[in-house]
Each structure stands twice: as C-alpha cells, then as structure tokens.
C-alpha cells in the first residue's frame, strides 16, 4: 500500500504543536512499518531561501532527521500559496497514493475519490474561542474543519475531549472517529538532563532565581492574562515570601496574535521584574529550564491535547493547570487542578506546590508514573492501524 503523508509542518525550524505532531508521527510511522512505502508531501518553510543550494541543504537536513529506511520518498511542492488546494491537490490527482493521512485539519477540495483519505483533528477552538482567533484565519479554520470532518474516510481525533467536539458541535459520524493520544518523550532522555546543563540555560537566559515557568505561544486562549494577575496574588503570599523572596515567573514561546496585553500586563501591575519573556528557546534548553523550575503553570482555556504538560511530568517538574477536558483526561492524578477562570484559584494551586514540598514530590512521582501512558511508538502504531483499515 501507499500512503501519502502531508507533512508541510514537519520541518519547520521552530515547531510547535501541530508542527511536532506532524514529525514524531512521521518519523515514529517510518519506524514501526516496513510493510508500506510513503509518499512524504513537503513544503518549503518561509525560512529557507528559494536558491538550489538553501534548498539542497534544507532536504539534507530533512532526510537526516528521519529514520534510516527504505521505504519513503519525498516529494517537495514547490507553490508558495495554496500549497494544499492547488499545489498538493495536483501532486495527489497526477500521482494518488493509496491512502492520503492529513495530520492537521486541512483536506483537498479536488482529488481523486480513489484515494482514501485520513485526517487528524486537534481541537475546535475557533468554535469555543472564536474571539481569539483571526479573520481570516478564523473562517478558513472553521471550513476546513467542517468539511474534512463530513468528506473525509477516518478521523483521528487527539483527545477523548476533542471527539466530544466533533461529536456535539459538528454533529460528526461516530463510526468515522478513533482516539489516538500523542506522545510524549520527543525532546530529550530525563536522564541525559544534567545539573551542569540546567545551570548553563539558567545563567544563559538570566533566571538564576527559582521560578515558574509556562511553555506555549503567546496567545489569549492560553489565559496568560490571568496567570500573570494570579502571579501577582502568589507573591503577595507572606509563606512564598519568606521561601522565595526572589520568585519569578517565566514564559518560552513564540508571540502569536493579540499578544500585546500579555506582555504588557507585568508593567501595568507593577512587576515586570518579577516575570521573563524569553521567546523562542532551543528544545535542548527549554528541557534544562523545565526541569529547574519549581512549578509548571499552563491554565490553558481551552486545549486539543495538551502535549506540555506530559512534557513537565517527564522532566519531574509539578504541574497546575486547568480543571476541564483535555487536560484532566491527560495529566490524570498527577497535577493540581484549577478554576482557568479564577485568579484566586490560579494563584493558590501554584502557592500550594511552592509551599508543600511533600505535595510537590507527591505530584513528581505521579507525573513520572502519568507519561508512561503515552509514546509516539504507540501513536503511531495505533494510527498505522486506522490507515490500513
């Protein structure tokens, strides 16, 4: 059999979520099937510089970060826009492969009904969050969800809250949806993370005080407004005080949309030297940083998955985040759970780990225990499964 994989995110120089979806699975598939061959769909990131030369580096640099097999081709379509109604949409109709797997939302219009088609839907936010994410952007999101949810042969939903979604608000067809989780794991061994190598990313970005830390884009849905007014109530605590009188709370990511009332919330409260803005971090020292800091904060409003908080309970790091679906369904008992609507519920889940060192080992020990229920190993032979059905 042949299987299409579209993995215009897969190698892009900074991936985040739906972008290192793409490339554990692809990598993770190549793996654990040597019965198939694979058809692997690129795009060129707006980094690369369209000269033979760049390119020829850039398709070096991508066929060394897969696995050593014999069995995928790669494919680069070269159109700049509309690179999957138009440029992919052509590639499939000239040369259809069995089997065509989408790891994030987006199906052809056009293509031969031949082809089988499997797509991967992370999250409705645009339905829960419409207000946080752009026109555009919002429309086009919101159509091509809904239309590869009707069309397509399988869906793979991420979460058991997600197929909720599909289930409630686009009204999809059971039968066509599998829960598969994501992995976790695809940064650095725990192990090989040594205290020489968090000390280096600590002085490196200038957090040499305890802190917490938040990884994510910088972006509303991830309710940064609110962490950051509970941060302010957190160091208000007389007990957090006294145990941290130079407590900080960092944030690594990117700046995505609507992002300047985050970053100028520290100064409207009056401390902006208590809270960091580091951008985008390598994955090697957002790893060193996770597993110093004292506490991982991600009260997220609304998820697909929640993929960081695997990663902070896999580098022993405690975790506060929010009380609903997905990430109950995926921190399991392993994290203090709270109101993503409540300042003061924020701020006491985070005063709660600072301040109860038992409870915080308590919450590492499960957290270890929690990620041993998610590999991409497992993903992608689970996901393997629904493309050869």
């Known amino acids: 059999m042949i299987i299409g994989f579209d993995a215009s995110r897969a190698f892009v120089a900074q991936r985040t979520g739906t972008e290192n979806y793409s490339y554990h699975l692809l990598t993770h598939l190549l793996q654990v099937d040597r019965k198939n061959a694979y058809k692997i769909y690129l795009r060129l990131p707006p980094e690369v510089v369209r000269t033979k030369e760049s390119i020829k580096i850039w398709l070096s640099n991508v066929i060394n970060g897969l696995p050593k097999t014999n069995n995928f081709r790669l494919i680069l379509i070269r159109n700049r826009k509309f690179w999957t109604q138009i440029g992919l949409a052509s590639e499939l109709w000239r040369h259809p492969p069995n089997v065509l797997f ?32 752009q026109f555009p952007h919002r429309l086009w999101l919101n159509q091509s969800t809904e ?15 997600t197929r909720d979604d599909l289930l409630s608000k686009l009204q999809a067809e059971e039968q066509k949806i599998t829960v598969i989780y994501e992995g976790v794991g695809g940064k650095l061994d725990p192990a090989t993370v040594s205290l020489t190598h968090i000390d280096q990313a600590r002085t490196k970005y200038s957090v040499m005080d305890p ?4 990884v994510g884009t910088i972006q509303p849905r991830k309710n940064l407004v609110r962490l950051i007014q509970s941060f302010d109530l957190v160091l208000k605590d007389e007990l957090v005080n006294s145990m941290y009188p130079k407590l900080k709370l960092v944030f690594i990511g990117k700046k995505g949309w609507l ?3 985050i970053v ?8 902006e030297g208590r809270v960091e803005f580091l951008g985008h971090v390598s994955d090697s020292d ?15 409003l609304f998820e697909g998955f929640g993929l960081p908080i695997l990663d902070s309970q896999a580098y022993g790091t405690p975790v506060v985040t929010s009380n609903k679906k997905p990430m109950t369904e995926v921190g399991g008992a392993a994290c203090e759970y709270v ?51």
């Open 102 to 133: 989408i790891p994030a939302h987006t199906l052809p219009y056009i293509r031969r009904k031949s082809i089988k088609t499997v797509v991967a839907i992370h999250d409705l936010g645009y339905e829960y969050l419409p207000q946080y994410h």
């Open 147 to 161: 239309y590869a949810v009707k069309h397509a042969r399988k869906l793979i939903a991420v979460s058991e809250a």
């Open 211 to 214: 802190f917490v830390l938040f």
């Open 259 to 261: 992002y300047a009332p």
């Open 264 to 271: 100028e919330e520290p100064s409207r409260l009056g401390i």
């Open 286 to 300: 957002t790893v060193a940083l996770m597993k110093g800091a004292h506490c991982f904060a991600f009260p997220s």
């Open 339 to 389: 109101d993503p609507l409540s300042i003061e519920s924020i701020a006491q889940g985070i005063v709660h780990i600072l301040t109860d060192r038992k409870y915080a080992d308590s919450l590492r020990r499960k957290g270890l225990e929690n990620v041993k229920r998610f590999s991409w190993a497992k993903a992608a032979r689970e996901t393997l499964r629904v493309l050869e059905s």
